[in-house]
């Protein structure tokens, strides 16, 4: 069975750090492209970032370029998501989502739970 | 940056009828980056359609996708109380990669 398990969320402090980690199992992680999707409480999606599946393209939403970085480790079958400088506007439940390759990576087809982060002080 | 707007805000409608959903861009884009999603409260989204019109893996053939340019559709045809979600829209582009509409919340009377 194909499963997406985030880890790491929690409360920090603004302008602190954390690092998220997705656990991927029952596909072949290292064929494809993966995401990372957060939805602030009670607001719509947003997307965050992308890495290939080869990791020689990434890509960053503008709120989170220079402050977020996206990575992946193969051989583990995990994708991160390191934050730093955190704000208050940050606070969301972060989603980690699979590139759905049958397109492209141009959607995605599989989401993990999420896991909530808080920074507040 | 492509703006997606989604109408209406809420639809509150009857078990067994038509739901029509709306996304509207404000460029004109391929179908080929139009996608929707389904989040029940709680839950993950889950990819409905893809490339306008193409149902995601497991998706029963009462949902279908439409439109072009910059109007797109998505009809839920004889609504289950299941279908009580908000749904969202989404474009795959360049700068951002990918953008959402603000959502569709439907309500199953």
């Known amino acids: 069975e194909l499963q997406l398990v985030e880890s790491g969320g929690g409360l920090v402090q603004p302008g602190g750090s954390l690092r998220l980690s997705c656990a991927a199992s029952?596909?072949?992680?290292?064929?494809?492209?993966m995401n990372w999707v957060r939805q602030a409480p009670e607001k719509g999606l947003e997307w965050v970032s992308y890495?290939?599946?080869?990791?020689?393209?990434?890509y960053y939403a503008d709120s989170v370029k220079g402050r977020f970085t996206i990575s992946r480790d193969d051989a583990r079958n995990s994708l991160y998501l390191q934050m730093a400088s955190l704000r208050d506007e940050d606070t969301a439940v972060y989603y980690c989502?699979?590139?759905?390759?049958?397109?492209?990576?141009?959607?995605?087809?599989?989401w993990g739970q999420g896991t909530l982060v808080t920074v507040s002080s | 940056e492509i703006v997606l707007t989604q109408s209406p805000g809420t639809l509150s409608l009857s078990p067994g009828e038509r739901a029509t959903l709306s996304c509207r861009a404000s460029?004109?884009?391929?179908?080929?980056?139009l996608a929707w999603y389904q989040q029940k409260p709680g839950q993950a989204p889950r990819l409905l359609i893809y490339?306008?019109?193409s149902r995601a893996t497991g998706i029963p053939d009462r949902f279908s996708g439409s439109g072009s340019g910059t109007d797109f559709t998505l009809t839920i045809s004889r609504l289950e109380p299941e279908d009580c979600a908000v749904y969202y829209c989404?474009?795959?582009?360049?700068?951002?990669?990918?953008?959402f509409g603000q959502g569709t919340k439907l309500e199953i009377k």
């Open positions: 989404q474009h795959y582009g360049s700068s951002p990669m990918f953008t």
């Open positions: 989502a699979r590139g759905h390759a049958y397109n492209y990576d141009r959607d995605f087809d599989y």
């Open positions: 460029q004109s884009f391929s179908s080929s980056f």
């Open positions: 890495i290939s599946d080869s990791s020689s393209t990434i």
């Open positions: 490339g306008a019109s």
């Open positions: 029952g596909f072949i992680f290292s064929n494809y492209g």
